[in-house]
């Protein structure tokens, strides 16, 4: 049951234009981008497209595409009708996770796929740790993604969640041209900034745990919160 969930899921995911556009078309664009922009300090721009363009992918389909995703299911009273039909809520929910895993999956393979055609190189160890920050930046993402889409009315989660978007993004990439790799402690704080750096770290064999403790409590935070209050039932 939770396998068909989240096959329906990924394919709801996969045919939706703004799904796509801010999951692939978004991070990939980025990427292609930074490798052609100087950026001062840095030899070869691909050392920060790349983490950059994996940590937005992240962040697009965990949080903006999660909130956007469930706040119109919950508008429409699709999944009303799908737990109405049986179906549990752990596995409705457990679905969602799953698509957007197979979906990140297609994200990072694509997004290296074209960093390598480009000319980007990293040790074997880079890929073990980023998929660790990878996973965990998701469940963070995820989690916040759920709790805003599931409490919220769609008109709030357009605005917002695009908002937050932008700034989460925004605040990833000043860190990241303004800092390199290795930015100051208290801005791992944020999230993005958080994700963006440790996968920079991570491409030079750099593990960098205070990163992934701030990632945790994001997501454990986001979680206890999203499994709280998370409503099926929409309220403008």
């Known amino acids: ?20 556009l801010l999951s692939l078309i978004i991070p ?18 691909l ?15 965990g949080f903006t595409g999660q909130a956007i995703s469930v706040v119109f299911d919950r508008r429409y009273g699709a999944l ?9 809520k752990n596995i409705i929910i457990g679905g969602k996770i799953l698509a957007v ?18 000319g980007w190189r990293a ?3 880079a890929f073990p740790i980023a998929i660790v920050f990878i996973l965990v930046g998701l469940w963070a ?10 409490t919220t009315s769609s008109e709030i989660v357009l605005a917002v969640a695009n908002l937050i978007w932008f700034l989460l993004l925004g605040a990833a990439g000043a860190a990241a041209i303004t800092f390199g790799p290795g930015v100051p402690a208290f801005l791992t704080a944020v999230p993005s ?34 499994n709280r209050f998370f409503t099926f039932t929409y309220k403008r």
């Open 141 to 150: 993402f995820i989690s916040w993604g759920l709790l805003f889409g599931g």
């Open 193 to 226: 900034v958080a994700l963006t750096d440790a996968l920079w770290q991570a491409t030079v064999g750099t593990f960098p745990l205070p990163h992934l403790i701030s990632l945790i409590i994001w997501a454990v935070v986001g979680t206890l919160l999203a």
């Open 101 to 118: 895993l197979v979906v990140s999956v297609i994200q990072a393979v694509l997004i290296l796929a074209i960093a390598l055609a480009l």
């Open 28 to 45: 990939i664009m980025s990427l292609i981008g930074l490798a052609f922009f100087p950026v001062p300090g840095i030899d070869n721009p």
């Open 1 to 20: 049951m939770l396998l068909h969930q989240a096959r329906m899921e990924t394919t709801l995911i996969l045919r939706h234009g703004e799904q796509l």
């Open 123 to 125: 040790p074997l160890v």
């Open 80 to 88: 009303k009708r799908i737990g109405a039909s049986g179906v549990p």
């Open 47 to 61: 050392e920060l497209a790349v983490p950059f363009a994996l940590a937005l992918s992240a962040l697009s389909a």
